[in-house]
């Protein structure tokens, strides 16, 4: 995500704002991606910023559960991630 920030700045420059994203995870895997809020107004860094969450891995539940993740992205010079999880 790091990565998709700074790719970002060189392109257009000082960006900030807040990016909120909703998941599931299934298994260990990661669906439902949705990036429900975006203050920095660049679609292009939302985009990046969906795939990677798409390439995140989590450890396999014993029960089999379900987990729904909210990412809450502080995008600002000092990069901050939030995750807020409802099972």
Not at 26 to 45: A, P, Q
């Amino acid at each position: 995500i790091k990565r998709c920030y700074v790719q970002e700045m060189r392109i257009a420059g000082d960006i900030s704002g807040d990016m909120l994203l909703t998941f599931v995870i299934h298994k260990g895997k990661v669906n439902g991606v949705k990036v429900t809020s975006n203050s920095t107004g660049s679609e292009r860094l939302a985009t990046c910023v969906h795939r990677k969450v798409k390439q995140f891995q989590f450890p396999h539940l014993k029960k089999g559960g379900v987990w729904e993740l909210i990412l809450l992205l502080e995008l600002h010079w000092g990069l901050h991630l939030s995750f807020l999880i409802n099972i």
